[in-house]
């Protein structure tokens, strides 16, 4: 009897395991479907995609169901959430200045730190089954003809297709969306990156609506960062995203510097996942890299942008309608 009890368990224990390893498959099966549900091959020749926006308007109320919500009495301009011209927010980080006066100094010590959130920097979330935390990357506004474009990583918006679950949220902070919720009309990479994810290439621009106000310009609603083509490095620099896992952005300040001739680098500690994409600054609002290119993005100590150079300008162009 003994050794037919022992075969039974066995038999059991083998059961298990195969309902679980069966188990197993029909949830990776449905992982690896919901993330190709939420990609498109747009045109990866170009690096373009023109998203639906029946699907954007979904991606923005899955946004506003439960993940974030627009404040009841929104900022009526840019300048309510924007941090002082001179001393220190509540972190400790030195806020931005006039660098060229001489009013920028390094963090000390040289460790990412949490600080105020401003209105043309925000998260980029992908809500879904897709594997990524609620926002999983960052953006910031910048400068354009028609007031509606962010940049970003490539990487953020790119990988084996272009991601339809995009929305951003400019000032995000505590799951407030104070300047409401936008979405993609339109995404630019450079071919580059679809054809090789490039490290070189790691850039990406976005147009954006918000839905349910037509005609609003986002950069009329949150101000917009200028960008500097062909910087000359190094310069001193201020980078600034929001880690995955948290509802707040951070910060920090050092000299950015070549890594090579098409790769911009800044050393800090406790840059996480999550910033790709966030702003690289000089001067308090002007964009010269956007976290992302080597390794990724860097590692523990050290982040990197790709160098804005001709290649970036092109395609900062073509994003704009040539214009």
């Known amino acids: 009897m003994g050794k037919v009890r022992d075969g039974a368990v066995r038999v059991g224990v083998l059961l298990g395991i195969c309902l679980a390893l069966a188990a197993g498959g029909v949830l990776v099966w449905g992982q690896l479907r919901a993330v190709a549900s939420h990609r498109a091959d747009g045109d990866p020749a170009r690096g373009s995609y023109l998203q639906d926006p029946e699907r954007a308007d979904r991606t923005a109320a899955d946004v506003l169901d439960g993940i974030a919500s627009e404040a009841e009495d929104p900022p009526t301009d840019a300048a309510a959430f924007a941090r002082t011209e001179s001393g220190s927010d509540a972190s400790g980080s030195p806020a931005p200045v006039r660098w060229a006066d001489g009013g920028w100094r390094p963090s000390s010590p040289l460790r990412a730190r949490t600080t105020a959130s401003e209105p043309a920097i925000g998260a980029l979330f992908s809500p879904g089954n897709d594997w990524d935390a609620d926002h999983h990357c960052s953006a910031s506004v910048v400068h354009s003809p028609d007031g509606d474009l962010i940049a970003t990583a490539a990487h953020c918006v790119y990988q084996d297709g272009f991601r339809t679950n995009l929305a951003f949220v400019p000032g995000y902070r505590d799951g407030k969306a104070p300047y409401g919720v936008w979405v993609p009309s339109r995404v630019d990479v450079d071919p580059r990156w679809t054809r090789s994810a490039d490290p070189d290439h790691d850039v990406a621009f976005l147009r954006l609506r918000r839905p349910g106000h037509p005609g609003e310009r986002l950069e009329d609603v949150t ?82 942008s790709s160098w804005f150079d001709d290649s970036v300008h092109a395609l900062y162009t073509r994003a704009t309608g040539g214009r």
């Open 223 to 304: 101000g917009a960062l200028t960008i500097r083509f062909r910087p000359q490095l190094p310069l001193p620099a201020r980078l600034v995203g929001y880690p995955n896992d948290t509802e707040q952005p951070l910060d920090c300040y050092n000299t950015a510097r070549p890594e090579g001739p098409t790769q911009l680098r800044l050393d800090c500690a406790d840059v996480p996942n999550g910033t790709s994409g966030g702003p690289v600054l000089t001067d308090g609002s002007t964009l010269i890299g956007v976290i992302g290119g080597r390794d990724g993005g860097g590692d523990e100590t050290t982040s990197y």
